[in-house]
């Protein structure tokens, strides 16, 4: 049968049907969670990413998109909530910069990894032999979207455990790698409080052939130059100079 009422069949027999997870994996996910969903059906959805639902004709509201929209919304109100009662005398702008640090994809990604996320997250063939699997995009978008289906099936109780036995779990081994610190927000932030202005980068020089160029970027602040750095893109320089200039004044 084709045409719209085919479309409209097919999508009633995958939602009314046999599950896509096989009970086993889907028993083995939520191991992993720490949670048991009543409506297993939401986990389903959760892992489902568009090119698994389009490559099986489905339609895009299928996948995990919209599970994505609220889980997201979801991290933020916890994270924020958990930064609040954690820092009483931080003012906003640095509430925000660790809200930011703790939601971004490269924190998110290892964690749905560390999750097992990787392990589950349903793919077309063609976009986990691409790598989807392992792409950060993807699993921090699952992650977001198992939060939000968490919190329709248990609710924000049960939403905000999830987050922070799986998120905010090493939170103080977070804030302390250097890897993952926005050294250039920071800066920004010390000059606006100091009354400072914004700073400014400015590149001195750039070494090597074009396919692996070093850059040596200056940061100034009110004219007065507070650090140098070094790297292998403006920004990875920037983020180096940044990081000299809060040594220099004290910051770090």
Request: with cysteine; net charge positive.
């Amino acid at each position: 049968m084709t045409g719209w009422l085919g479309g409209l069949i097919r999508r009633w027999a995958r939602a009314n049907g046999p599950g896509e997870l096989d009970p086993k994996v889907r028993r083995r996910a939520e191991a992993c969670l720490g949670y048991r969903f009543r409506n297993s059906a939401l986990l389903e959805q959760a892992l489902k990413h568009r090119s698994y639902v389009y490559a099986r004709q489905g339609h895009g509201l299928e996948s995990n998109e919209r599970l994505e929209f609220l889980g997201d919304a979801v991290l933020d109100l916890v994270v924020a909530d958990f930064l609040y009662a954690r820092y009483p005398t931080r003012r906003e702008g640095m509430l925000t910069q660790l809200k930011s640090l703790v939601v971004s994809r490269p924190v998110l990604s290892r964690k749905a990894r560390t999750v097992g996320l990787d392990e589950f997250v349903l793919l077309s063939p063609e976009e986990r032999q691409a790598g989807g699997g392992l792409q950060p995009s993807i699993l921090g978008d699952a992650l977001e979207a198992v939060i939000g289906a968490v919190y329709l099936d248990g609710g924000l109780d049960a939403a905000r455990a999830l987050v922070h036995q799986k998120v905010l779990d090493d939170f103080d081994e977070l804030i302390a790698r250097e890897d993952y610190t926005n050294y250039k927000s920071k800066l920004l932030e010390h000059t606006q409080s100091m009354g400072n202005g914004h700073p400014r980068y400015l590149v001195h020089a750039e070494e090597g052939p074009d396919h692996c160029k070093i850059f040596s970027v200056e940061v100034l602040v009110t004219g007065a130059s507070v650090g140098r750095g070094r790297g292998r893109s403006k920004k990875e320089a920037q983020q180096m100079a940044a990081r000299e200039a809060l040594r220099r004044l004290g910051v770090l």
